[in-house]
């Protein structure tokens, strides 16, 4: 790669709490070293149509508190033509910009990829509040999700007590567990129900429901992950087997936004600065990652062959102790 004189930044994907503080590290870091910034707008949408902005220091300073992204964010369509791509890529050569720097999810990776096939340098960073890229232990926007989720719980706990009734209350994260173990062992549910280790059968959830039921216990919770079922018919199946009045909350998009946590804050910056040294040393096409809790980064083709259904198995053994 050649020297770096002007990159651009872009955010992707769903929208995730962090990827405001990163945006500003590459920014500042990139000023350091006299590198010009361009915010792109929309993620690959604002590539397709350069709709860009100057970015500077006055621009980012403020921002490490917010939650979305300043950049906006979208899902394109357009971009997984590869027509468009190309479009994309000569934009970036038309104003001479000589990498750029995607934070987003899978899908942004895997857009990187097919977007390396256009000659264009990019570096991504992991930013999903799904957890689910592979190749790092940490996406940007988990710990403010789960926290998030944590919260709701507690507060849909508190009528589910006074009610005496059965909550279950469905939570993000796709097809990963990560949010619905983290905040079902944070609100000890009684039943925390994820991807990774649904076998199709509710039987246990029913039976253990019902056990607390006859135990003269006055209130359920069961935390479920999105990508395991509809967690309405869940909510109803229980009513109609175990006779506990039961009620189901989909938290939704509220698990996307609000403030960054300080973890959020702190490896959005780490990554964001991290990805602009990656160019400094002129690699191309790598993905910021946490391995052992330092930053580590790969070849972006290596990290999307890379895949990860496991969940801690101390983590899931312990989630099923404490909800005994
Ligand atoms: N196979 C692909 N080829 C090209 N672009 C892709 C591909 N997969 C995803 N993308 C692009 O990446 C964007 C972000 O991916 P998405 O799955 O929506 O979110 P995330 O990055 O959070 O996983 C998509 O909207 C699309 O434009
Ligand atoms: O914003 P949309 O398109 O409704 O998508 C919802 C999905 O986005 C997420 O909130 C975040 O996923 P990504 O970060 O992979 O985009 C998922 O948990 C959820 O399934």
Redesign the pocket.
């Known amino acids: 790669m050649s020297e770096i004189k002007k990159i651009a930044v872009l955010t ?3 929208d ?1 709490p962090g990827m405001n503080s990163a945006v500003r590290a590459v920014v500042f870091s990139a000023n350091n070293l006299g590198i010009e910034v361009v915010g792109v707008l929309r ?3 604002g590539l397709i149509d350069w709709e860009t902005v100057p970015l500077g220091l006055d621009d980012v300073r403020n921002i490490n508190n917010q939650g979305g992204t300043i950049l906006f964010t ?7 033509d590869q027509k468009y ?1 190309h479009i994309a890529a000569e934009n970036l050569r038309a104003h001479d910009v000589d990498a750029v720097v995607a934070i ?8 990187a ?3 390396k096939d256009e000659g264009v340098d990019i570096v991504c960073i992991p ?2 509040i ?1 957890r ?1 890229v592979a190749c790092s232990e940490y996406t940007l926007g988990f710990d403010t999700a789960a926290n998030t989720a944590m919260e709701a719980i507690d507060k849909i706990r508190d009528s589910s007590v006074s009610h005496g009734r059965c909550s279950v209350v469905e939570v993000m994260g796709r097809k990963r567990g990560y949010i619905a173990l983290w905040a079902g062992m944070a609100t000890s549910a009684d039943a925390i129900v994820l991807p990774e280790k649904w076998d199709g059968n509710f039987d246990y959830i029913i039976n253990a429901l019902r056990k607390r039921h006859t135990d003269g216990r006055n209130s359920y919770l069961v935390v479920v992950a999105e990508g395991v079922t509809d967690a309405g018919k869940l909510a109803d199946l229980i009513q109609k087997e175990t006779g506990i009045e039961s009620r189901v909350s989909v938290l939704g998009y509220i698990q996307r936004g609000g403030q960054p946590t300080a973890k959020d804050r702190m490896y959005g910056s780490l990554m964001g600065a991290y990805a602009i040294e990656i160019l400094r040393q002129g690699r191309g096409n790598r993905i910021v990652a946490i391995k052992n809790d330092i930053l580590v980064d790969y070849d972006i083709a290596e990290a999307i062959g890379l895949h990860n259904n496991n969940l801690d198995s101390f983590q899931y053994q312990l989630s099923l102790m404490l909800a005994e």
């Open positions: 992707s994907g769903g995730a993620g690959y949408e979208s899902r394109s369509e357009r971009f997984l791509r987003g999810g899978d899908g942004t990776l895997r857009g990829i097919k977007f930013g999903t799904d689910d």
